[in-house]
């Protein structure tokens, strides 16, 4: 038979729990076995047990949402970090290009200006041979060439009117010749005249 360990914490049936006596007629307290003590605390520390492993399992499951969160946190970040870095190199690539450009241009309106100031000049030189050209020459020069396809038509021109010493009735300027004209001199003005012919059968070419 078990011998008693210890009371029954369980207030026997109509007794006032406020008794230390136990029930209502002073009744002594229920005793319990040791076996029944031994079965009970088992009881307790299984349910300890079980809340133990659900906190457990709560904690694990918290932790890998935690870990997940923060891998797609930090995986957003590298991709941010990749976007920023592209958009970097991009807008250092578009600055050289547009300085590049730049330097080009520079470059392209210098030569620009340059090339204009030399048309002018051989523009201005033009027009004072086309004045010391006989009227006679002079009117068979023709109109709508550029500086330097004039130039070249003046150069033949002017070996069919020659300058003379500063003694001729022109003042220094061209005169006509007197006889006939060199051979080499002839042929020169006829590749012009014939350039210039060309021109002016081309469409939209030269007019006089």
Not at 40 to 68: F, S, Y
Request: glycine letters at 10%; hydrophobic letters at 35%; proline letters at 7%.
């Amino acid at each position: 038979m078990a011998t008693p360990l210890g009371t029954d914490d369980t207030p026997p049936p109509g007794g006032d729990g406020d008794n230390p006596n136990g029930g209502k007629n002073g009744a002594e307290p229920k005793l319990i076995t040791e076996e029944e003590f031994a079965r009970r605390m088992r009881g307790k520390a299984a349910e300890a047990d079980r809340a133990t492993k659900a906190l457990e399992a709560a904690q694990a499951k918290l932790a890998k949402i935690e870990a997940d969160a923060k891998a797609r946190e930090e995986a957003a970040l590298a991709e941010q970090g990749k976007h920023k870095e592209l958009a970097e190199v991009k807008g250092q690539e578009a600055k050289t290009l547009r300085e590049q450009l730049k330097e080009r241009d520079d470059k392209l309106a210098a030569y620009e200006a340059k090339e204009q100031a030399r048309l002018d000049e051989i523009a201005t030189r033009n027009k004072e041979r086309i004045k010391g050209l006989p009227e006679e020459v002079r009117k068979d020069v023709p109109k709508n060439l550029d500086p330097e396809s004039l130039a070249s038509v003046l150069n033949a021109l002017e070996k069919l009117a020659p300058r003379d010493d500063g003694n001729g009735v022109f003042g220094g300027g061209p005169r006509p010749r007197t006889g006939g004209a060199p051979t080499q001199d002839i042929d020169a003005a006829n590749r012009a005249f014939g350039d210039l012919q060309m021109r002016r059968a081309a469409p939209g070419g030269v007019r006089r």
